[in-house]
Structures are given as structure tokens and as C-alpha cells.
């Protein structure tokens, strides 16, 4: 992927960046680009395809373009981004942390709904915004 034009499109971006994802033999490399470029835009999927013809910001197409690359090189793309989701959170993320499995996100609410149901382990559980995930007793 060459350096980002100062005039060029969210679109243009996309095509490129499409391109070397299929080319590094990533799925979807079309939808794979456009929530790259959600994810570091901070912005929803629809929001891409709207704007598409809009300038891509400089920045923003600077991240895209290093992003693009990791996921290409066969890296998450979790980690390609450097955030994912888990539950109501937005996680910043790196090569020393695990990503969150879904199941992990389902077994917390099986958890915390059961818990809720004694008042003794419920009275103990983490306020809410607090940044407890889980409290395993240490």
C-alpha cells in the first residue's frame, strides 16, 4: 500500500486497502477494510459507505494504512485495530493481552445474572463503571 494522497477519498483508501487484504488472502477484504476504517475512525460501518467520497483525514488514513498492513501480515484483526469490544467496554489492546473470547462475554452475564440472585454475593459485586471485569478472590 503506497503512502496516503492528501487529496484522496475514504473510497479511494478502501479500494486500496481492499485489494492488498484479497491479495494477502483475507475473507471479505472489502467489509474487512471498511471496519477497519470504522474501527480507527471511530465511527459505524454505514457511516464508512455514507462518507465514502468524503477526503479521508489524514490521520485517520495514516492509522488505516499501518492497520491494513498488520491484518495483511495475517495479524487479528483486533489487534490490527488495537481495541475490540467486550461487553459495554471499548478495550484498547495489544500483542500482551489476550483477545476476549464471546464465550468469556456470556459466561460474565450468566455470572453476574446469578449472582444477583443471593444477596450476600450480590451486595459484594463490583460497582457499576468501575473497570472490574471479574473478580476471581485475590
Not at 477497519?36 to 471511530?42: M, P, Q, R, S, T
Not at 498488520?70 to 459495554?88: D, E, K, L, N
Not at 495489544?94 to 455470572?111: C, F, K, Q, S, W
Request: charged fraction near 25%.
Amino acid at each position: 500500500m503506497r503512502e496516503p494522497r492528501a487529496d484522496a477519498t475514504i473510497a479511494t483508501a478502501l479500494e486500496e486497502a481492499a485489494a492488498e487484504l484479497e491479495q494477502a488472502g483475507i475473507l471479505n477484504a472489502r467489509r474487512e477494510a471498511m471496519a477497519i476504517w470504522a474501527a480507527l475512525a471511530g465511527t459505524r460501518l454505514g457511516d464508512v459507505w455514507l462518507r465514502r467520497e468524503d477526503e479521508a483525514p489524514t490521520a485517520v488514513a495514516e492509522q488505516f494504512q499501518k492497520a491494513v498492513q498488520r491484518r495483511a501480515s495475517g495479524i487479528p484483526f483486533a489487534y490490527a485495530v488495537g481495541r475490540t469490544a467486550f461487553r459495554t467496554l471499548e478495550l484498547k489492546l495489544d500483542g500482551r493481552a489476550l483477545i476476549p473470547r464471546p464465550e468469556t462475554e456470556g459466561l460474565v452475564a450468566l455470572v453476574l445474572e446469578w449472582a444477583r440472585r443471593f444477596p450476600v454475593a450480590g451486595d459484594r459485586l463490583p460497582a457499576p463503571g468501575n473497570g472490574v471485569v471479574a473478580d476471581i478472590g485475590t
